[in-house]
């Protein structure tokens, strides 16, 4: 069997591929090498969870425990949750920072609602499974050239704050499944709401918890622009926050800068 010659990992800096990342969904099958699996599991060990009191774990696992898949990779992170209150937004932070470093990196990957894995891997968890992140060598290009090739919402769909441009511009060129962009944010230059936005009433029924995964994504973009910009940030769960906007909007979590 021939492996590929990828460049070793070593790029930890993830902002910049917030502008130029993209999903990948054509892969060589060819296994990625030991080291370079190896080094993608120290990466998985690191990662920051939104909520530090939750437990979670990540598997990685080959396509051929995978199912319900259109096009494979030859491998997925298999994400594993305990559930408790914002559990599903918490993955949604953590593995965002595996989308960015694969890009980093120079390997594809792509968020997985759809498929799932076989009963054996679920079983061997005692928490629930979440979602799966295909990754691999990349049969296609990996970046976007620039910003304009990002489909997505302009700021004042997303936002009626006026400042803080570089963090909700993160935000909003996240990821999100279907590329529904669900995210709605109020507040100001040091407190940033989140919400689950104005979505169709059937999206909000049957893709629950994918618009809370979306979210957490692109609050993990929001928190390396703000430390990109030399700012810290704190998360934390405001009990007032839902009442300063319309039932139609869901309050997740709020971002202090
Ligand atoms: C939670 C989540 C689930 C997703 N599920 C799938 C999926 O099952 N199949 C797929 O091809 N893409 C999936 N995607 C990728 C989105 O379609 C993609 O992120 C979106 O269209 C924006 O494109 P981009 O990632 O290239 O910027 C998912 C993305 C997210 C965030």
């Known amino acids: 069997m021939t492996l590929q010659k990828i460049k070793p990992m070593e790029n930890y800096d993830l902002y910049p591929m917030i502008f130029k990342r993209k999903s990948i969904r054509t892969y060589d099958m060819v296994p990625l090498n030991k080291k370079i699996l190896q080094k993608i599991s120290d990466f998985l060990n690191s990662l920051q969870p939104m909520y530090d009191d939750i437990i979670t774990e990540f598997k990685i696992i080959p396509h051929n425990q995978v199912k319900r898949t259109m096009r494979k990779a030859p491998h997925y992170i298999a994400a594993f949750s305990e559930n408790k209150a914002h559990y599903l937004t918490n993955i949604g932070f953590m593995l965002q920072q595996m989308n960015l470093f694969f890009s980093a990196n120079e390997i594809g990957s792509c968020w997985q609602g759809i498929p799932q894995p076989i009963k054996e891997v679920k079983g061997n968890s005692n928490l629930e499974f979440v979602i799966l992140m295909a990754f691999g ?3 296609k290009t990996l970046y976007r050239m620039n910003k304009s090739e990002f489909i997505r ?3 004042w769909k997303i936002t009626d704050i006026t400042g803080m441009k570089e963090l909700l511009e ?4 996240a990821p999100s499944s279907t590329n529904s962009q669900p995210w709605y944010f109020t507040g ?3 407190t ?3 919400y689950i936005g104005n979505t169709g009433l059937l999206r909000r029924f049957f893709a629950k918890n994918l618009l809370q995964i979306d979210v957490g ?4 973009h929001m928190k390396l622009a703000a430390e990109h910009f030399g700012r ?3 998360i934390s ?3 007032t926050a839902q009442t300063t906007l319309s039932k139609r909007f869901t309050y997740i979590t709020t971002l202090n800068i």
């Open 217 to 220: 994504i692109a609050l993990y």
């Open 232 to 234: 810290k940030v704190t």
């Open 237 to 239: 769960y405001s009990p």
């Open 153 to 155: 919402k302009p700021l």
């Open 192 to 194: 940033i709401h989140a």
């Open 170 to 173: 993160a935000a909003r060129l």
């Open 137 to 139: 060598k990349a049969k």
């Open 188 to 190: 100001n230059e040091n």
